[in-house]
Nanobody, 118 residues
Framework: QVQLVESGGGSVQAGGSLRLSCAAS????????MAWSRQAPGKERERVAT????????YYADSVKGRFTISQDSAKGTLYLQMNSLKPEDSAMYYC???????????WGQGTQVTVSS
């Protein structure tokens, strides 16, 4: 059973940057596709970025393309999301997720809050 713990959220002004981290534990061999999703109050959860288990393939939602970068350190079992040029509409709870194949995520963290003020 994989456990995921997010960190790095906080409050920042528009145009600023944050780096989210997601530490994984409880796995034997790193073979998971990973993703960052977010959910703002009253809105549906949105998948913002994914990375394949090898790191060779990434996906970004149009809303974050060119501003966010997903990466992973499989040796450390850690997933990252570098968020630059943040906008108020990026404010949300950000969740880390892991799965055995891209697009299907069985394990989720508790989330870390990101608030961007104008």
């Amino acid at each position: 059973q994989v456990q995921l713990v997010e960190s790095g959220g906080g409050s920042v002004q528009a145009g600023g940057s944050l780096r989210l981290s997601c530490a994984a534990s409880g796995y034997t061999n790193w073979r998971y596709s990973m993703a960052w999703s977010r959910q703002a109050p009253g809105k549906e959860r949105e998948r913002v970025a994914t990375v394949s288990s090898t790191g060779g393939s990434t996906y970004y939602a149009d809303s974050v393309k060119g501003r966010f970068t997903i990466s992973q350190d499989s040796a450390k079992g850690t997933l990252y999301l570098q968020m630059n040029s943040l906008k108020p509409e990026d404010s949300a709870m950000y969740y880390c997720a892991a799965g055995y194949c891209t697009g299907t995520y069985s394990f989720w963290g508790q989330g870390t809050q990101v608030t961007v003020s104008s």
